[in-house]
């Protein structure tokens, strides 16, 4: 019993010592992921591109921004029916058209909730950027068939539109700080303005999510380098301090974050070598960020100027369009199969190369702790008797002369009387 018990301790140890090494080997060496990002899918021409989806329906939303003078400032929708596989033709839902001014559409963010497909974007009145854009926003309760577009009455760049509380909250750039205005009765009233941060702080471009019932907003700051903060509020009124959420070593003047799988992604662009990439880094709790990981490359012009796009989780996938080069594109982040190839990686960088010689070690040292408690109980000590130790014998009397002799003696020793 007490070996037993020796035996299943030594183990234990074993055991537990070998799951450390174990786990610090793991995050010591890059083992493979279990998601990757696809192939980017063309999905046509366009600029400022957002997607939402709706009745098994996939809807993309964009505008003519750099297109001809005549349509460069219509917004347009396309729908998908077969999950992104063929594509509807284009709708016109919106065009500005004053006699003698430029008018340019930008900046579209999609929002489907209750049954109605919500759309925002920004109209800028001479492109060049004289004037504050005026926001849009457009309803439609029909599944697409008809559009309501109206002007809201505030004014601002790069809008953002999320469903809160039963709310439209849509958040937008105004003269370099962050704002947001709510509506309540599906975009036919606004709210006044609430400040995120101040005007003329040089803190804009936000983007918004709800993660567990908190508002998470990121945005760039360009008094930091053009560097990546994230902002958290439980009911819009008071803002947490800023946490810095990307460690990429160039710029980054815009971000998109989206929560999927209890995880934040937040995406960027960044510049390396007069090429443009977007990559994206991942947080559990907005305060530790994975290194960013580049999921499209080789922009021959900064994605921020076409649009960049807009992460959406459409079923059980996290979806991300964007413009490059005039084109629409998608990519979805994927689960990982046999059939997917992945990085060729040194042996000794495999997760199952260091499974394998965690269980051979574990199994080596049971083998080797039982043998040697078993062989231990197999061989007891000798016993030793020492002088001091009496040993208990028996005698007899020698009928002749009276002498005590051993009780097996033949004769007696002293008178020589035979005893038998």
């Not at 329906?57 to 921004?65: D, F, N, P, R």
């Not at 999950?83 to 500005?96: K, L, Q, Y």
């Not at 430029?102 to 909730?113: I, R």
């Not at 580049?294 to 100027?305: A, Q």
């Amino acid at each position: 019993m007490q070996t037993s018990k020796k035996i299943l301790s030594t183990t234990l140890i074993s055991v537990l010592v070998l799951l450390a090494i174990f786990a610090f080997l793991q995050n010591a060496y890059a083992f493979p992921e279990t998601s990757y990002w696809s192939s980017p899918k063309e999905i046509g021409i366009g600029y400022y591109p957002s997607l939402t989806a709706l009745n098994k329906k996939i809807w993309v939303a964009y505008t003519t921004s750099k297109q001809d003078l005549d349509i460069a400032n219509e917004v347009r929708v396309i729908s998908s029916n077969d999950n992104g596989t063929t594509w509807s033709a284009p709708r016109v839902i919106f065009e500005a058209k004053t006699q003698g001014v430029a008018w340019s559409a930008h900046h579209t963010t999609f929002l489907s909730s209750s049954n109605e497909l919500w759309l925002a974007w920004n109209v800028n009145r001479n492109p060049g950027g004289e004037t504050t854009p005026a926001i849009y926003f457009a309803n439609s309760n029909d599944s697409g068939s008809n559009w309501y577009p109206m002007k809201i009455p505030h004014e601002g760049n790069m809008p953002h539109i999320i469903n809160v509380q039963n709310k439209i909250w849509l958040f937008y750039d105004y003269m370099q700080g962050i704002a947001y205005t709510t509506s309540s009765d599906g975009g036919a009233s606004w709210s006044e303005p609430f400040t995120v941060t101040p005007t003329s702080s040089k803190r804009g471009f936000p983007m918004a999510c709800q993660v567990n019932g908190e508002i998470w907003v990121v945005y760039s700051d360009w008094n930091m380098g053009w560097e990546l903060n994230l902002v958290k509020s439980m009911d819009g009124i008071t803002w947490s301090s800023p946490q810095k959420i990307s460690n990429a070593t160039s710029e980054q003047r815009k971000a998109l974050i989206e929560y999927y799988n209890d995880t934040a992604f937040v995406f960027f662009p960044s510049s390396h070598e007069q090429s443009w990439s977007v990559y994206v880094t991942t947080s559990s709790d907005g305060i530790t960020w994975s290194t960013p990981l580049e999921i499209v490359s080789e922009f021959d012009s900064d994605p921020l100027l076409e649009g960049f796009g807009e992460p959406t989780v459409i079923g059980d996938k996290l979806w991300f369009v964007f413009s490059s080069n005039g084109g629409i594109f998608y990519t979805t982040l994927e689960e990982q199969t046999d059939n997917v190839p992945v990085d060729d990686l040194p042996i000794w960088q495999q997760w199952w190369f260091w499974t394998n010689v965690a269980l051979a070690i574990s199994t080596g040292s049971f083998a080797l702790t039982t043998l040697y408690y078993r062989n231990k109980s197999s061989n007891p000590k000798e016993t030793k008797i020492t002088r001091n130790e009496r040993v208990s014998k028996e005698y007899r009397t020698c009928p002749n002369c009276g002498a005590s002799l051993p009780i097996d003696s033949k004769f007696c020793g002293k008178c020589g009387t035979s005893l038998e």
